[in-house]
């Protein structure tokens, strides 16, 4: 259930609804917007909540207590109705400005990060994607450089001042992972892995939370409460598209789904044309969609040499392309009240 105070409550008042709430074994979550306070109690046994929602009700300083219904609370705009800000690096998705994170579908070398990382860094992108470990539909692909590669994360990030952005595949390797990035990536094929979900819950690092191609709005949802549930609610969820009967482009982008779930949650919401297309002709005009929609930013592959590439080349950038894709985000953020 979820506690609206009145405007102003004191903080007394506020202390004597969370007093109560851990009295009847409640957890509680406080959300402090500009006008009121809400408070979300969590986790309490079916049989006494109608009981302890009109006692609750009755206290000062409460203006009503809401059922929740939904199958998740932490994250939903009922509890919070104002975006959260969630900060990568120095940016905060979320706000006006819209984020773009640009990097190499997977490490390969040195060289092929660093010139990367340059770029989208000039470009203006404002942090840099790249995966160390690769969840790879086949065995036999390319699997990733590993630790190798999150020491290259780490230099390019002390060479170019971008925060690093990159995906975590097992909850054993959390912790490894979590000392390299500035933010943690669970991919879609991830995305109902409840324990890795717990896990990075209970680190103090945001979360990039891809949405599995074949879950709904709703599981999505549900994913990112498994994060918040353990405490952490520095989620951005990225939209990455979902698998269809379409086989025009490799999944389907969602948008609608996606705005959708701004709808329902205060996370910020991003997307990931590059996946949701698989094709690098389309990802300029995806993107652009995305922005104008009203979405909090993108996630997009670029590659020195995408013909050369060991995994996703045929979605990924060249430079020159994302600088195109920069310019013209410029200008849709800017018809839309942002700006990139
Ligand atoms: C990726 O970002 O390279 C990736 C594997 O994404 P997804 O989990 O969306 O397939
Ligand atoms: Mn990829």
Redesign the pocket.
């Known amino acids: 259930m979820i506690i609206v105070m009145v405007p102003n409550a004191t903080e007394e008042q506020i202390l004597e609804v969370v007093r109560r709430l851990e009295d009847r074994g409640y957890g509680h979550h406080i959300s402090r917007g500009v006008e009121r306070t809400i408070i979300g109690a969590i986790g309490a046994p079916e049989g006494e909540k109608q009981a302890v929602a009109e006692q609750l009700s009755r206290l000062s300083g409460v203006e009503r207590v809401v059922p929740i219904l939904k199958p998740y609370k932490l994250v939903s705009r009922e509890h919070h109705p104002e975006t959260t800000p969630v900060k990568i690096g120095e940016f905060v998705f979320g706000r006006q400005r819209v984020g773009v994170i640009a990097g190499p ?2 490490i390969e070398s040195r060289e092929q990060l660093m010139q990367t990382a340059e770029h989208v860094k000039a470009a203006g992108a404002i942090a840099l ?1 790249g ?1 160390a470990f ?2 790879r539909t086949s065995p036999y692909a390319f699997q990733g450089l590993g630790k190798e590669g999150l020491e290259m994360l780490a230099e390019a990030r002390q060479r170019t001042g971008l925060p690093v952005v990159t ?1 975590v595949m097992d909850q054993r390797q959390v912790e490894l992972v979590a000392e390299y990035a500035d933010a943690l ?1 669970i ?4 995305m109902a892995n409840f324990d890795l979900l717990r896990e990075v819950g209970r680190i103090e690092k945001p979360v990039v939370l ?1 949405r599995g ?1 074949a879950a709904t709005v709703e599981e999505w949802l549900q994913a990112a409460e498994y994060v918040a549930s353990e405490g952490n609610l520095q989620i951005v969820l ?1 939209e ?2 979902i698998r269809t009967f379409e086989t025009a482009t490799r999944f389907t982008l969602d948008l609608g789904g996606a705005l959708a779930a701004k709808l329902e949650t205060h996370l910020p919401i991003i997307a ?1 044309p590059s ?1 949701a297309t698989g094709n690098h002709k389309l990802v300029s005009a995806a993107s652009a969609a995305c922005i104008a929609a009203g979405l909090d930013g993108l ?1 997009v ?1 670029v590659h020195p040499h995408p013909d050369r590439a060991l ?2 080349g045929p979605q990924s950038l060249t430079p020159k392309r994302f600088d195109l894709l920069m310019n013209t985000l410029k200008a849709v953020a800017l018809a839309v009240g942002r700006e990139v």
């Open positions: 579908c997977s994607r995966g690769k969840p995906e990536q991919g879609a094929r991830n891809k191609y990225c990455r598209g990931d996946h996630m592959e995994s996703d």
